[in-house]
């Protein structure tokens, strides 16, 4: 099974205007290198819960959870957890 973080990279380089794939670190803020607008962010919310089973709730659409990919790892570890 392909990491998390992987997963989310493949999706956000596949689905946006990303001019080189590899300047996308974890920590890259997605909104700031204007890969991913107001639009897109909502987008990624529908890919992570249908790709991971989980429910992100409105109070849980803020850039701290979503706005790189190392935080969005870290809300689908932490909502799959609490799934479990």
């Known amino acids: 099974m392909e990491p998390v973080g992987q997963v989310i ?3 956000v380089t596949e689905n946006f205007f990303v001019p080189d794939a590899g300047t996308i670190q974890g920590d890259t803020s997605l909104l700031d290198a204007g890969i991913v607008d107001s639009t897109g962010v909502l987008e990624m919310v529908e890919f992570l819960e249908q790709r991971f089973s989980i429910k992100i709730e409105d109070t849980e659409l803020l ?22």
Do not use: G, Q
């Open 63 to 84: 850039p701290d959870n979503l706005d790189s990919i190392d935080r969005m790892v870290a809300l689908v570890a932490r909502k799959t957890s609490r799934a479990a």
């Open 9 to 11: 990279k493949d999706f």
